[in-house]
């Protein structure tokens, strides 16, 4: 199910009190430094040069940091937690047997290997079947009620962006098998490897399931002309950020006599769908060309995309050879060097499917209810912070800077774990089917859930966009919340054994950076309630949009991995770091007031402060896994986080004696100075 989800998300953290300051630690650890680097010249690596070196990237991983490890930690906890479950028989339809039977189904490697490609022949010989065009539209509608992504775009149900109370069916741009437009329209080296490798593995998909190779390889080149028509039609990643032209709402009537081509009566009563009166149309261009698609191309080729997104789509819950060829994909796009070891996929598996499930025994297990408190209360900290430089703040009119505190004030805060945990009594996991078929099976017990709690339904505030056990965090504009799952409030984002200074640089500025979402270029556009709402005078947001220019002009000057950052795309990302630092900062600057830090390990707090935020983002990227991030994602490498982010933020020139002439500085009169 294509829920619309508008979270900003870090990769974050949390905290706990902060009682004698003085007899805690500074949190540093210079082995980690490389001290023969001036901080002004290369922070990123004066900061952490040393851990960077001495933690080089294995095969299995992409890039290394925090993030990773805290992951690799979670799932030995998870794996764990499952195998409580997994290694002893359970009573049928309990949540132990739906835990248990999923895991030892994923793990079943002789069972996988030898049923093959059986489990998805059925729904093969269902798409070979079809006669003609409106049964396609309505077979692949049922097919993707199951999770196969036969469809050319997406359906999906959210809180609607001007009324933000209730939800709103969604129709979207979908169906590129390399999930952006950038690999179909690009041309840079990069690229076409990727688009080589691709043609690639649908061939060989295809042959695996009985096509010679000529037939694979027309199959293959069908797939890919009707892919390329969708991307070249689809809005690139920037536009996917302009919230007015990716609203469309209309009435269901409406949506028929505007887009004919589509036979949306059958589409949504086979993707379960009740009777709803309005729709929002995300992206007009590219549904207008489904619908040339679907008039204009032959059947066979028709059937052969639907083929190619079952067999591509199982991949992972087939035989060993089909996992073995979607990795040699990952492995030009991301340059990863070797696969993960079942158990891990295994364990990624059940949390993804039971998320919450193992999310309440996780935070029973690792996240005492006083760090939820001391999370809370450094939450209320920053906020204060916020506050305190909105109203000195000397671009924003007092009309704007009123809502501004008003729409703070007003942030739902969420730390942890949900208050309310999801039923999953109407799942069912059954050991004698395939693994495959139960995957089709859970994916339409979701979509199921989904439709009968939100279409024609308000928004329920008190649902969780994460799992607890994600390293994460969030910003919804819709629901103004902010939510800080239980496994990102640990080292090295949170140290209890730390003292202020570098907690409020590690988690400090991760909890500013999700509270800046609320008021950087998409954040801004909504009100207290969630509506899409313009509360700003003219001159305010002008003055904004000034000050965010210079974001997108200096974080498009930065070059890794022969690749530049893209400004515009990961503008709300880089509001949000610089918000969240001067943010924090401003926190420990009150702490200060009353609490002694002083200079510990030969740093003084204000150091330690940019020392924590660097090692946050301390880690190796291979250079085709970096080049895909600034292709896919809207935020800026881990490098750009901390060389890009700090140049535009004052306090850290004096805490650190930047001067001109030093590689990074930047003249005080060209730096962002926004929140």
């Known amino acids: 199910m294509r829920t619309k989800v508008l979270f900003a998300a870090l990769l974050l953290s949390a905290t706990t009190a902060f009682a004698q300051q003085e007899k805690l630690g500074s949190g540093i650890d210079k082995t980690n430094m490389d001290l023969t680097i001036k901080p002004g010249n290369d922070f990123y690596r004066y900061a952490a040069g040393n851990w960077m070196k001495n933690h080089p990237l294995d095969a299995e991983h992409t890039d290394n940091g925090a993030f990773t490890d805290l992951f690799e930690q979670n799932q030995k906890r998870i794996q764990d937690i499952i195998l409580e479950y997994a290694s002893k028989p359970q009573q049928k339809g309990s949540l132990g047997q739906k835990i248990g039977s999923l895991y030892n189904l994923r793990m079943d490697s002789v069972r996988l290997n030898k049923e093959g490609w059986a489990p998805i022949k059925p729904t093969l010989d269902r798409i070979a079947a079809i006669k003609d065009r409106r049964e396609y539209q309505l077979v692949t509608a049922q097919l993707d009620f199951r999770g196969e992504g036969t469809m050319m775009y997406g359906i999906g149900v959210g809180a609607d962006l001007r009324d933000a109370a209730n939800n709103l069916v969604e129709v979207g741009q979908s169906g590129l098998g390399l999930g952006v437009r950038d690999y179909y329209v690009n041309d840079d080296e990069q690229t076409k490897k990727i688009r080589d490798a691709y043609k690639a593995y649908m061939k060989k998909l295809f042959q695996m399931v009985g096509n010679d190779e000529a037939t694979a390889q027309k199959k293959m080149e069908a797939v890919m002309a009707i892919e390329t028509r969708i991307a070249k039609a689809s809005y690139s990643q920037v536009q996917l950020r302009d919230i007015d032209k990716n609203y469309h709402k209309m009435t269901y009537n409406q949506l028929v006599l505007d887009y004919p081509g589509i036979d949306w009566g059958n589409v949504f009563l086979a993707s379960g769908f009740p009777a709803f009166k309005e729709i929002c149309v995300g992206q007009p261009e590219p549904i207008h060309e489904v619908e040339k698609i679907l008039a204009e191309t032959s059947l066979d080729d028709l059937k052969t995309y639907a083929e190619i997104k079952v067999i591509s789509g199982a991949t992972s819950v087939l035989s060993d050879d089909f996992r073995a060829v979607s990795f040699e994909l990952s492995k030009v796009m991301s340059g990863v060097q070797q696969d993960r070891p079942r158990w891990k996929r295994a364990v990624s598996t059940v949390s993804g499917v039971l998320g919450e499930a193992i999310g309440k025994i996780y935070v029973e297990k690792y996240f005492p209810e006083s760090s939820k408190k001391r999370m809370l209360d450094l939450v209320h900290n920053l906020q204060t912070a916020l506050s305190q430089r909105i109203d000195e703040a000397t671009w924003m009119s007092a009309a704007t800077k009123a809502q501004a505190e008003d729409k703070l004030e007003s942030f739902i805060i969420k730390i942890g774990y949900p208050d309310k945990w999801k039923d999953y009594s109407g799942l069912q996991v059954d050991d004698s089917l395939s693994l495959y078929e139960n995957m089709a099976n859970i994916s339409e017990f979701f979509t199921k859930d989904a439709i009968a709690r939100k279409v024609n339904k308000p928004v329920d505030k008190t ?213």
């Not at 994460?466 to 965090?473: G, S």
């Not at 984002?493 to 509270?515: L, S």
């Not at 022969?562 to 918000?579: F, P, R, S, W, Y």
Request: proline letters at 5%; glycine letters at 10%; one cysteine or more.
């Open 463 to 675: 649902e969780w966009g994460m799992t607890p056990q994600t390293i994460n965090a969030y910003y919804n504009p819709t629901t103004n919340e902010i939510c800080f799952p239980a496994a990102i409030l640990q080292p090295p984002f949170f140290d209890p054994t730390a003292d202020d200074a570098m907690n409020y640089g590690g988690i400090g500025g991760v909890i500013g950076h999700e509270m800046s979402h609320g008021f950087d270029d998409q954040g801004s556009q909504f009100d207290k309630t969630g509506n899409q709402h313009n509360w700003w005078t003219a001159a305010d947001k002008k003055n904004f949009e000034s000050r965010t220019k210079i974001l997108v002009d200096h974080f498009n000057k930065i070059e890794l991995a022969g690749k530049k950052v893209n400004g515009q795309m990961t503008l709300g990302e880089n509001i949000g770091d610089n918000g969240g630092l001067n943010i924090a900062f401003r926190a420990l600057q009150n702490v200060m007031k009353t609490e002694k830090l002083g200079v510990k390990d030969g740093f003084t707090p204000e150091q330690r402060f940019f020392l924590a935020w660097a090692r946050v983002w301390a880690g190796n990227a291979r250079p085709e896994y970096l080049q895909y991030l600034m292709t896919v994602d809207v935020h800026s490498p881990n490098e750009a986080r901390v060389n890009g982010a700090l140049p535009m933020v004052d306090s850290w020139y004096k805490a650190f004696n930047i001067k001109k002439g030093d590689k990074l500085f930047v003249p005080k009169n060209k730096r962002a100075h926004i929140w």
